[in-house]
């Protein structure tokens, strides 16, 4: 076994590698960026090397720094993790040489299938059954349409080194795929150096199903259960769930032992994945085989009990596989969601900055099901531009899925991020969404259910009550503290505030009746916080139409989540201070709430709302991004739809169009120009 080894990566899947060699006794080394000097995963590993800028090009990407850091610290494996390094077959050739060894696949299993032009010949040589489409490298647009044409729309336009989404574009149209083959061939020579692109049908309410297969190096592979991972935005998956809803036990054997056939005929000797396509009549298509440890990894060691990455040290240490595919169990129901630093209001566009707010869900278990945080960053993190935007990846385990959707929700609600603009809502929101939670699923999910982009949906029904119900007991405590204050006017024991209260909700009306009592000892059955803060006194509130329900937390102002109990049911609720009132935030829905006396809500209803004013004649930069190109000039008449500029952020080029018809007046950025959100690009006459 090896006594050191140095992680070719950064973020999330450093930190999650250097807790499992730590686990099994072995020392870390990580590299670092000019922009990760102060990063977590430097600051866990036992030694850490400087590596270069923080242009992935110029540090994360470049073999030689890597292969001096072995040699710097006497490293004698190297771990890629995901991205970067992780599927170039160059990168173990060169590790070879060095005298190190590389934990992952072998230099020929990667040239085999991580290409994915390459990795469909092979699959069609092997008779797997693949998505129609053209397998050579397209060169040019109008060759790219012309194979378009031939196949049939819509169409695939993908990195054939790609992944993450990154260099992928569907097209409806002839001029969709010129655009969309410049864009994807742009993104991959950025993101991989690598500017090959192939066109494939794309098939339309798919299900993006993957198989988890892991080999040695005595000829032995075997498949660990297959991961759904059909919801994705921009081709980029957002959640992840094992097993999949869809797959009976026929089927899953079917794709299991296909992806074995595929993985032992390029002699494949590592964690890997083979992705399918598949209907919803569970016919089944190959779709790639990513050759490393995927993102979405932690859901199979969930139903599984099987660390991968610790698979993955000692299979590459010359180890035999510990378990035969007789011996492997799959377990309840895993479901992640993906954190990123993007504005899910704003088309989902990235967002960078501090946060001075990190506050995770506890971990282990809660109940019956179990909370798993993978992250790599701490509070005061800088998220910078140049890497994914990822900050973590939010795992529950339970015993049947509905429990651990229900898991998931809760632990979004108690999850707390401030400084940066992120997807949690979102995340929460998917999370109570009815056609989610029956397992009807498909790759256009989020473009079908949110086609106008995402906005926090008002509370309602249930949820709306029981934010109502907090929203009243934060007040009533808030007073309670005001009480306290010394050198008031009027001795507090001679101040009574009103039981009467009522509750502003966004535009909802709730009337109520707000006391304090013992805790446990309300009109309700609450049984005190569930936040480990110990017992309270208990807030009873009785709404207008005579239900009861008791509040009880030990939250203090100030606390970002409050978390306890309502009417004796758990809860956790986001909250963030305003102006005579408070930010709600809970099961993906959010609210402003203010709480007054019956004379305050009459005289509130009678103050004047100002409207948000703005002129709509700027273009202006939807995130902080380099900008690619401008499209248009001075004077130039642009018809709504129109591209006007090109914004890259996060690896990731963002096409900005105009939203009407209109004449550019002045241009006030230029190609190169980094820019601040909000920054104004051009104007219009």
């Known amino acids: 076994m090896f006594d050191k080894i140095l992680i070719a990566n950064r973020g999330e899947i450093a930190c999650r590698i250097i807790k499992t060699a730590r686990r099994m006794g072995i020392k870390t080394v990580a590299v670092y960026s000019d922009a990760d000097r102060d990063a977590v995963h430097v600051a866990m590993a036992d030694e850490a090397v400087h590596i270069g800028p923080a242009p992935a090009a110029q540090s994360y990407l470049v073999i030689e720094k890597i292969i001096e850091a072995c040699r710097k610290t006497g490293a004698q494996a190297v771990h890629p993790g995901y991205g970067f390094l992780s599927e170039r077959e160059a990168f173990p050739k060169a590790l070879a040489e060095a005298g190190i060894v590389f934990i992952g696949p072998n230099p020929g299993a990667i040239a085999a299938m991580g290409d994915k032009i390459e990795s469909k010949k092979a699959a069609s040589a092997a008779e797997v059954s693949t998505v129609p489409g053209f397998l050579g490298v397209i060169e040019s647009p109008e060759q790219a349409v012309s194979i378009a044409d031939e196949i049939g729309y819509p169409v695939m336009i993908k990195a054939s080194a790609g992944g993450g989404g990154k260099g992928m574009r569907i097209a409806h149209s002839a001029a969709e795929v010129a655009e969309g083959f410049a864009r994807a061939r742009s993104e991959a020579a950025s993101s991989f150096g690598d500017d090959r692109v192939f066109v494939e049908k794309f098939i339309t309410d798919p299900r993006h199903i993957e198989i988890q297969v892991i080999g040695d190096k005595h000829g032995n592979v075997i498949y660990l259960g297959e991961r759904e991972c059909s919801i994705q935005r921009r081709n980029q998956k957002v959640i992840e769930e094992a097993p999949s809803p869809l797959l009976d036990e026929a089927t ?48 199979t060691e969930m139903i599984t009990g099987l660390d991968l990455v610790e698979l993955m040290i000692r299979v590459a240490a010359g180890e035999p596989l510990p378990l035969t595919q007789d011996e492997v169990r799959l377990d309840g129901w895993a ?80 999850f707390a991020i401030d400084g940066i603009r992120h997807n949690i809502p979102f995340l929460a929101a998917l999370m109570a969404h009815p056609r989610w939670r029956e397992g009807r699923l498909s790759t256009g999910f989020i473009a079908e259910e949110f086609p106008s982009g995402f906005e926090a949906p008002v ?34 024991k001679y101040l009574r505030f009103e039981r009467e209260r009522v509750v502003w909700l966004g535009d909802q009306r709730f009337e109520a009746t707000v006391e304090t009592i013992a805790a446990g000892h309300g009109p309700a059955t609450g049984h005190g916080p569930a936040d480990g803060h110990g017992p309270a006194d208990g807030i009873a509130v009785t709404f207008a139409d005579g239900t009861a329900w008791t509040v009880e937390s030990a939250w203090r102002p100030g606390e970002p989540v409050w978390t306890g109990t309502v009417g004796g049911a758990r809860a956790a609720i986001q909250v963030r201070g305003l102006l005579n009132g408070v930010f709600l935030q ?100």
């Not at 079917?254 to 209907?279: C, P, R």
């Not at 169009?657 to 006030?668: H, L, N, S």
């Open 335 to 414: 479901v992640e969601s993906r954190v990123y630093a993007e504005d899910p209001t704003r088309n989902f566009l990235p967002s960078i900055g501090r946060l001075t707010t990190y506050r995770p869900p506890a971990e282990g278990a809660q109940g019956s099901a179990t909370v798993r945080n993978d992250t790599g960053v701490e509070e005061g993190s800088e998220i910078a531009i140049h890497y994914d935007p990822m900050i973590a990846k939010l795992v529950t385990w339970a015993p049947t899925r509905e429990e651990a959707i229900t898991a998931q929700g809760e632990a979004l609600d108690a």
């Open 586 to 685: 809970h099961a993906g829905a959010a609210a402003e709430a203010r709480v007054y006396t019956r004379r305050e809500a009459d005289l509130a209803a009678l103050m004047p709302v100002k409207e948000a004013s703005g002129s709509g004649k700027q273009l202006l930069c939807p995130m902080p991004g380099l900008v690619k190109s401008i499209m248009v000039s001075p004077g130039q008449e642009v018809k709504a739809g129109e591209p006007l500029a090109i914004v890259e952020a996060m690896k990731m080029e963002n096409v900005l169009r105009a939203e009407r018809d209109g004449t550019v007046q002045t241009i006030q950025a230029k190609e190169g120009d980094s820019l601040a959100v909000d920054a104004v690009i051009l104007e219009f006459a």
């Open 459 to 492: 509370p309602a029904g249930e949820v709306a009550r029981r934010m109502a119900a907090v929203a009243a007991a934060i007040d009533h405590r808030l007073n309670e503290r005001k009480r306290g204050i010394s050198g008031q006017m009027r001795d507090p």
């Open 252 to 299: 899953r054997r079917k794709m299991g032992e296909q992806a074995v056939a595929l993985a032992k005929a390029v002699n494949y000797d590592s964690a890997g994945t083979v992705e399918f396509v598949a209907g919803q009549d569970k016919s089944f298509y190959f779709l790639e085989m990513n050759t490393r440890l995927q993102v979405e990894h932690p859901v």
